[in-house]
């Protein structure tokens, strides 16, 4: 009678640990599922694609020699390629190692002729606007690449304080695009009296600017940035520093 008391006992101690072990996994899940809800997509990203095996330099790079993936538009740079039929049949011009991303500096550049096509938008990232305006760089033009981060400094003339004032609009601006030109050609476009998109900026003060190299770059900015950049423009003359590289 012990002995199937004990074997009884010993069922339902069985019994009662299976209930509690299925109960146990059905909070956990429970648990993991409500934790999972709380955790916010992230919905801003873009498309960006990378090498899925090692591509040597010079050859030419097919449709299984890479991937897509998305990142988050945080990240994005203006060097990413995302479209795929501009990697495509293109030969690399340095190694590219499995799992890198496909930049413009590691293919063969497209013809002269397709370098602003009617798809230019498409490769803007997402919320952003390609913003061309015009600076004034005092070193050697040379020592600036697409790719540099740059700051952007207002210099204007205040005229109820009549101060000379300097202000930086944009900081850490990855440079799209670079289109040197002549001091002549700037000039034509400026005021009568020299200044170049001064407004009301007066002239004694801020002569010396003009000894700089005047450029157009194109950066990527959000709706304010471009807003902010242009009242700059407009306001005063624009400078542009190079900064540390990461």
């Known amino acids: 009678m012990n002995r199937i008391s004990l074997i009884i006992k010993q069922r339902i101690l069985s019994i009662i640990f299976i ?68 990697i495509v ?29 009617y798809s230019f938008s498409f490769h ?20 600036l690449n697409e790719g540099d981060a740059v700051d952007l400094v207002s210099t204007y003339y205040e005229q109820e304080s009549g101060d000379l004032c300097s202000v930086t609009v944009l900081s850490g601006k990855e440079l799209i695009l670079i289109n040197n030109g ?14 170049f998109l001064l407004g009301s900026v007066n002239e004694e003060k801020l002569e010396d600017s003009f000894y700089g190299n005047h450029i157009i ?5 959000s709706k304010n940035e471009a807003e902010e950049i242009f009242k700059a423009v407009e306001r005063g003359v624009v400078n542009l520093s190079i900064c540390h590289g990461d």
């Open 19 to 86: 209930i509690i072990s299925i109960a146990g996994g059905v909070f956990i899940f429970l648990y993991v599922g409500s934790l999972k809800e709380k955790i916010p997509e992230n919905v801003n990203y873009n498309q960006i694609f990378i090498a899925r095996n090692d591509i040597k330099d010079d050859e030419m790079i097919t449709a299984d020699l890479i991937e897509m993936q998305k990142i988050s538009a945080d990240i994005f740079s203006g060097k990413f390629i995302i479209d795929k039929e501009e």
């Open 89 to 117: 049949g293109k030969k690399a011009i340095a190694d590219i190692l499995k799992g890198e991303i496909i930049t413009e500096d590691k293919i063969e550049k497209k013809s002269a002729g397709n370098d602003f096509s």
């Open 124 to 143: 803007i990232p997402d919320g952003l606007r390609a913003v061309s305006v015009p600076v004034s760089f005092y070193g050697d033009s040379g020592l």
């Open 182 to 195: 002549s001091e002549e050609t700037y000039m034509e476009n400026g005021n009568n009296g020299g200044n």
């Open 217 to 221: 770059i194109t950066l990527y900015l």
